[in-house]
């Protein structure tokens, strides 16, 4: 009798026989439903590209670990750190760090940036060489070559690799007492832009630097370091390593992780990607609602049919389950269509780039697994949920005329 349910449901929504409005209001609830179908799965996959974009552009911004002092900013007993680092094998390469906001001028401009102070090594760690698009990452022969993020460049206009034109960085000086001149409000130096590399939110306004010219600057000793960044060999090992290197270095040294690190930040996106997910998850929910328009047409439609149904013998619980799989199909030809079409629309966008977050960047699209399970799911049990519901005909609705 199921088989028979199951297909007299299906005659009812495939056979082109029938009422023009019942057939227009099904396919009408199919197409609502596959259109909030591709929006959601289109969205969530735009966010899963996002969240691969911001790991790459961060990647240039926090190693796998990150050392620093528990106590104060710079790291005491650096030698002996630097020896525990080199004798672990998981170890890839580290770098030291001292990074600070500074004042930067170049021709009565002016401007806030973060100048992270680097040795090196440092591109073995964060290979942002690699990102610079114009010039050339500082040769460190010099510790007054620089390079500087595209955007602070631009608002300043510093020609970049210019023997002649020089920008000025100014340092506040710590301390108390009486100003006699100048240079006991600051330190300054003058720098050589060799190169610029895009920013963005987690890298604007940075210079990146020797490491000698932050000592300068700061007025502190040679080999000094705020930070240590270590590049791991395999990157899985990250909490095995960062249990062993809080044993070795004591309690004086704070380890992060890359995701301790950006806390806030992953924290920010996982919050939006839930909101987006509820929001299309209460589409998709409304969307429904044309399913048991559909559903309730389709019983008065065929009031006279249901009527022969029971009379032949045919049980209630079995012209319910007529009206459920009606339902059911609805749903299932919603959601292969708009998971097709997604994927489609979403590898369009893969390879053409049409859809565009600025002017040059193209939306980032990423087709993952788990997203076709979780816009399946979401839209089978509001689906499922509002055809059982509406499919709950009773006897005496049949009977009476």
């Not at 809080?246 to 930040?265: M, Q, R």
């Not at 049409?354 to 839209?379: D, Q, S």
């Amino acid at each position: 009798m199921k088989n028979i349910a199951f297909y007299i449901a299906s005659r009812y929504l495939l056979s082109k026989k029938g009422s023009t409005a019942v057939t227009f209001i099904t396919w009408l609830a199919v197409g609502a439903m596959t259109v909030a179908v591709v929006a959601m799965f289109v969205i969530i996959s735009v966010f899963s590209g996002l969240e691969d974009l911001n790991k790459d552009l961060i990647s240039n911004l926090h190693a796998d670990l990150t050392l620093k002092s528990s106590s104060g900013k710079t790291i005491k007993d650096l030698d002996k750190i630097s020896s525990v680092l080199k004798n672990n094998k998981e170890i890839s390469s580290f770098s030291k760090v001292i990074e600070e906001k500074v004042y930067v001028n170049y021709n009565g401009k002016g401007d806030i940036a973060y100048l992270r102070g680097v040795d090196s090594a440092y591109t073995k760690v964060n290979p942002i060489d690699k990102s610079v698009f114009y010039g050339a990452y500082p040769s460190f022969q010099y510790s007054n070559e620089v390079l500087m993020e595209n955007s602070l460049d631009n608002r300043l206009s510093i020609p970049v690799s210019s023997t002649r034109d020089y920008a000025t960085l100014f340092m506040p000086k710590p301390g108390t007492g009486i100003i006699n001149k100048e240079e006991d409000i600051y330190n300054k130096k003058d720098i050589l832009v060799t190169g610029v590399f895009p920013g963005n939110d987690q890298l604007d306004n940075y210079i990146i630097a020797p490491i000698e010219l932050t000592e300068e600057l700061l007025n502190l000793p040679k080999h000094s370091a705020y930070q240590i960044v270590i590049k791991l060999k395999n990157p899985e090992n990250t909490d095995s390593v960062k249990e062993k290197l809080h044993s070795a270095l004591g309690k004086n040294i704070e380890i992060k992780t890359k995701e301790e690190e950006n806390a806030a930040f992953w924290k920010m996106i996982n919050t939006e990607k839930l909101f987006i997910y509820l929001i299309f998850a209460l589409v998709i929910f409304i969307t429904t609602f044309n399913l048991a328009g559909a559903i309730i047409i389709l019983q008065l439609d065929k009031k006279e049919q249901a009527k022969s149904l029971i009379s032949l013998g045919l049980p209630l619980s079995h012209l319910r389950q007529i009206y459920f799989y009606t339902g059911i199909l609805i749903v299932v030809l919603g959601i292969i269509s708009g998971l097709i079409l997604g994927t489609a629309l979403c590898y369009f966008q893969l390879f053409t780039g049409f859809f565009k977050a600025n002017e040059t960047l193209p939306f980032p699209v990423k087709i993952v697994g788990k997203n076709y399970f979780i816009v399946a799911i979401t839209a089978s049990l509001f689906g499922f949920g509002i055809s059982w519901v509406f499919s709950k005909i009773s006897k005496e609705h049949i009977t009476k005329s």
